[in-house]
């Protein structure tokens, strides 16, 4: 057994292990709440002892007891820039993206020189589906970091969430000038093209990315565009290597069912969307999905049996959304 890491011996030692972003969490933890509770530290200093100890709470996945530290900080010392921007991704990660606007709006008050504030408020009003104010908060953040090719993509994904591809192609091809072959910007690219209709050239991008880092994901997303092209083969092919390399994704088989079908392999849907059902056996839609390809077989009896599942199950989640039982 590995024994535990020696405690700090004096405040001083403490307070190093507290602030220190290298510093285990959970040591963190203890020497920041030795800080705290030793009675020794006041104002400002004990605020960011708060602050290292709600990062580290963060790290060890407890993000309540990181917006109380936060808070706790902020009662300390209002303008602390790092516990305003610290709550304001622990928010952001518990879905309260008003409150974590809030917090990223205050930050920027007070540090408005800092790019990455810029980029977090923005994907916080992407969450709150405010496209305009996230635009103008990516080009504050491209404003102060030009040659970030982050930022010019992050700013393409969301031109083309807000159905802008042509602008989403413009800040892709930027980002690829500033970091040619940058993964993240070739495989959006891709995802631009083929909204676009240009199927050959999304095939294209995602080759580079699958090649460089091949994930069940992207064998999916490729899959799909060799479907729009027509090239049935190369579409399946893809869905058998995104289930090889996860045999849990159910897109996968979802999407390889619907391929079946459409060349008439009636079989071979059957089992894949059973694979779904055996993965995902409380979600209505593949039940009726299955249901449908029983119907094509005409076997209604096993069709209908599985309408009936489908109803129950859609039952049962109407119960569960509604709080019954």
Request: hydrophobic share 40%; with cysteine.
């Amino acid at each position: 057994m590995t024994p535990a890491p020696a405690r700090a011996t004096t405040l001083q030692q403490a307070w190093s292990v507290c602030v220190s972003m290298d510093s285990d969490a959970g040591d963190r933890v203890a020497e920041c709440s030795a800080v705290i509770e030793s009675g020794q530290v006041k104002g400002r200093q004990l605020a960011y002892a708060y602050v290292g100890r709600g990062m580290a709470l963060d790290k060890l996945d407890n993000p309540a007891g990181a917006i109380a530290d936060y808070g706790a900080a902020l009662r300390l010392d209002p303008d602390n820039v790092s516990a305003h921007y610290s709550r304001a991704l622990a928010l952001t990660e518990n879905n309260d993206h008003q409150n974590a606007l809030a917090d990223l709006d205050r930050a920027i008050t007070l540090s408005p020189r800092i790019a990455q504030f810029y980029r977090d408020r923005a994907r916080v009003l992407i969450n709150l589906n405010d496209y305009p104010r996230a635009l103008a908060d990516y080009d504050a953040a491209i404003a102060l970091e030009p040659g970030d090719a982050y930022g010019f993509t992050a700013r393409g994904n969301a031109k083309l969430d807000s159905g802008n591809p042509a602008g989403a192609l413009a800040d892709y091809n930027e980002a690829l000038r500033i970091k040619p072959d940058y993964p993240f910007a070739r495989e959006n690219r891709a995802y631009a093209y083929f909204n676009t209709g240009d199927y050959k050239r999304a095939v294209e991008e995602l080759t580079f990315v699958i090649d460089n880092e091949p994930t069940a994901r992207l064998h999916v997303r490729r899959g799909h565009a060799h479907a729009m092209l027509e090239d049935r083969d190369r579409e399946l092919a893809d869905y058998a290597q995104a289930i090889a390399r996860d045999p849990g994704f159910i897109d996968a088989y979802r999407r390889r069912a619907d391929a079946y079908l459409e060349r008439r392999e009636f079989d071979r849907a059957i089992a894949d969307l059973s694979k779904v059902i055996e993965l995902a056996p409380d979600e209505p839609r593949y039940w009726y999905a299955r249901a449908v390809a029983y119907k094509l077989m005409n076997d209604m009896d096993k069709a209908a049996a599985d309408e009936n599942e489908a109803q129950l199950r859609e039952r049962a989640k109407f119960k569960r959304l509604i709080g019954t039982r």
